[in-house]
């Protein structure tokens, strides 16, 4: 057993982090931060299938998108031809509903069993199909007698379980906890602790634990999952394909942030969850701001796209080398917001080399004008429904601004009695009548120049001359004293490298 963040180890973080702010209270032999292996020593990166793939079993409606053998060796190839896997997106994470239902495990063995049909040669030999093309094999379960997809799950059968998987080659596992009572959950998750340790094989434990457990994050048992062996934990909401669902995540963990980076570092992460870019439901704007804040709170660096249907501006994004390392940066010191909640904010990271990462963030700075059409007791719809983003929790006059400024919105419906609506990517399907209801439709707009964003060289630890880097073009800036400022875009985030000149 190996102590991934000692007395030593802390003591230096610290020092390394009042470079940029207070130093954390952290009393490490209290929290007694030991991994249970060595693995995930850097944030996990790969690909997953459920944002867009979902459970989506009708394979002879849908062969291409069918939860089968041949998606996951699709992704196996498209992970090694596309660059990805050399880039260090190492992984194809078999999410829910590989499992036969009828019968739940094998009557005799008592061994979860893939779906015959749509597995037809086993979990085993997938896992040999993704390890000859030099990818890890990632598999899914739960910490209850059924997964989030009504599949067969482990709760009781921790032991069996982790033997089954590590007979089939399996090197990371996530379990998840839907349909459980939440009191399982304080024996469920260290039993499949100590049975992955025990079970002969390097496996990555991935715990949806604290997403159970509401949003105060500082209510949360992390030192107890570091110690039966979570490699990473998702904290909070599952991340949806959208830009609000997207920013909501990154002001939950500017609000939380400054206590749950104590817990983070080589072996044991806060993950975010999974990236959206490469999807059409959020902007290249949008994408570089998750690379950038995903990689700033060295959150796992793992995919949801469709790896064979991407964009050459999506594909540089996530191929960045230069945004890769500050997420894979050894030191494995979590950044953080160091401005406070706002339109825009600056968010930073020290790096192992004495340098800091960051982040320049446009949440909504800057102001576009836009004329509007308004009707009543209904709203103009979309034939897009897939792609509109609903809201909750905002006057008419701030989804009027965001809407506006966006210029893929084209409108939306608006409840002033909730503060709720849609923002709508087209109006085309015409007036859809809802009593309580306005609708406004966007009838000509000027573009939204972005915001000026400035980060203060004392803010992150520089004094003097203070040498610039943009990660996103890959290329020095220049030397500035005592500040920087960028134009970033709406909803983007400039992504820079600073160091003492």
């Known amino acids: 057993m190996k102590t991934y963040l000692s007395v030593t180890v802390a003591v230096l973080a610290l020092a390394i982090a009042a470079t940029f702010a207070a130093p954390l209270t952290l009393n490490t032999a209290k929290l007694n931060l030991k991994g249970q292996n060595k693995l995930s020593l850097t944030p996990p990166m790969g690909w997953m299938s459920w944002e867009i793939f979902r459970c989506d079993i009708r394979c002879d409606e849908d062969p291409d998108r069918c939860i089968n053998a041949a998606l996951y060796q699709n992704m196996t190839d498209a992970l090694v031809s596309g660059q990805f896997l050399a880039a260090g997106y190492n992984t194809i994470h078999i999410d829910d509903c590989w499992e036969d239902k009828s019968p739940s495990r094998d009557p005799v063995t008592k061994q979860l069993v893939a779906n015959t049909t749509r597995f037809p040669g086993g979990m085993y030999a997938l896992g040999n199909y993704m390890h000859s093309k030099g990818v890890q094999f990632g598999l899914y379960t739960a910490e209850s007698t059924t997964t989030c997809g009504g599949y067969p799950a482990s709760e009781h059968f921790e032991q069996l379980d982790a033997t089954t998987f590590a007979s089939w080659g399996v090197d990371y596992l996530k379990v998840d906890g839907c349909n459980s009572a939440s009191d399982y959950y304080v024996t469920g998750y260290p039993a499949m602790g100590k049975a992955l340790q025990e079970s002969g094989r390097d496996i990555v434990y991935s715990c949806s634990w604290p997403a159970y457990l509401g949003s105060d994050e500082t209510l949360k048992p992390f030192a107890t999952m570091i110690s039966i062996g979570c490699n990473l934990w998702r904290n909070w909401a599952d991340i949806q394909c959208n830009w609000n669902s997207l920013s909501s995540i990154i002001d939950h963990w500017g609000d939380y942030g400054d206590y749950i980076r104590q817990f983070a570092g080589p072996g044991h992460w806060n993950d975010m969850d999974m990236l959206l870019i490469g999807n059409d439901c959020i902007t290249d704007d949008e994408a570089r701001t998750q690379m950038a804040i995903w990689s700033i709170n060295a959150a796992p660096l793992i995919m949801g796209n469709d790896l064979r249907n991407m964009t050459d501006s999506s594909k540089a994004i996530l191929l960045n080398k230069d945004a890769i390392a500050v997420n894979q940066d050894p030191l494995g010191q979590q950044g953080y917001r160091v401005t406070p909640k706002n339109d825009t904010e600056v968010w930073a990271r020290n790096l192992n ?149």
Not at 383 to 391: A, I
Not at 426 to 431: E, N, R, V, Y
Not at 440 to 463: E, M, R
Request: proline letters at 5%; aromatic letters at 12%.
């Open 353 to 501: 080399d004495g340098s800091v990462a960051v982040g320049l963030y446009n949440k909504n700075g800057g102001t576009a004008t836009c004329g509007w059409d308004k009707v009543t007791d209904g709203y103009m719809e979309t034939c897009d429904p897939q792609h509109e983003q609903c809201f909750s929790e905002k006057t008419q006059a701030e989804a009027t601004q965001e809407c506006c400024n966006n210029p893929d919105c084209a409108g939306f419906s608006f409840n002033p009695s909730t503060e709720s609506g849609c923002f709508k990517p087209s109006l085309a399907c015409g007036f859809l009548k809802s009593p309580g209801f306005i609708g406004l439709s966007k009838t000509n707009s000027s573009a939204n120049p972005g915001a000026d964003i400035t980060v203060q060289f004392d803010q992150v630890g520089f004094v003097g001359n203070v040498t610039v880097y943009d990660i996103w073009k890959q290329a020095v800036v220049g030397v500035f004293q005592n500040n920087f400022t960028a134009t970033v875009p709406y909803h983007g985030t400039g992504f820079f490298k600073l160091s003492q000149a």
